[in-house]
């Protein structure tokens, strides 16, 4: 019997904002004030406008039949937001394989706000307010986390947090950005997204790995050193990446796979732009918390990966010793 190792994809949704740059059909930039389905869904200032949380995601067709039982299937995870489960999780086999499944998340940011957290290796330097561990009045809201992207000297890109540049934002970077009111999105800089008073956060790791709802041309599904330095040259390396969907989804997606089964996935869950994050071993982790109340702390003890061959445990941005950037995701 085939033993089924995992790989998992998170998926987050919520509105777009005034703040968030939009380009035109002619290339102009523009504020765009409309979500994906053209209703308003944020005031001038950028701050999100209330809104009824989404509903849940179609499920995920996989890509192989016949399909396994429960697979693509959407189950709730994380501690609940009003009642309601703002996590859901499910199952697809990677491209190619009859054993190696992908594990898809979904979380709704309509009931949901991102924060980057920032450590002293990376992105470097101390004066961070926001950084591992999480504190205990951050744990009172906290539903999930996950890992961010490459060492600074090897993304390509700049970091921007809490008013402090530690290395310029470059122009056709993949970038995650995230806003005043906790919305977050993935584009390109200077095209999808660019610097606002209302950008409180800008994280860049290479160049899109997905656009347009497609794979970008050229990927090799035997490349270790150009989309990331594969550990002891494993190509089928534990990869993550993170993609936004035509509706302001964003697609977590983590395992052991090439660089082209990542942008596969990406796609298949919807993703109409993504970039890669972190990769080998160590680093890709993603994790949600489920406290006993509503008004619990979330801790190691009641965290679970979304994948149990993770390395990291959900304990891990409770360390002190933890010196990476990563991102939460938490009540409003």
Known sequence: MVKRRAVSIVAVTGLCLSSVVALSSAGAAQSSTHDASGAKAATAKGSRASAAPLPTPKAVRPFQGPALAGEGVWHSGGRLVGGRAAVYTTTVRLPGSSSIEAGIAWMDTRLLQAKLYSGSLSPGGLFWKYSAPISPNASKTLVAAFNGG?????????????????APLRAGAASLVIYRDGF??????GRDVAMTPNVVAARQNLTLLVDHGRIVPGLNPGDISVWGVALNGVVNTPRSGLGVTANGALVYVSGPMNIIDLAQILVRAGAVRAMALDMNPFWPVFATFSPSSVN????????????????QPPGRFYEAAYNRDFITMSTK
């Open 150 to 166: 490459f060492l600074m000297k090897d993304s390509k890109g700049g970091y921007f947090s809490e008013g402090h540049t530690v």
């Open 296 to 311: 619990g702390l979330a801790s190691p003890s009641n965290g679970r990966d979304l994948l149990t061959t993770m390395y």
């Open 184 to 189: 977050a999105t993935v584009g390109q800089w």
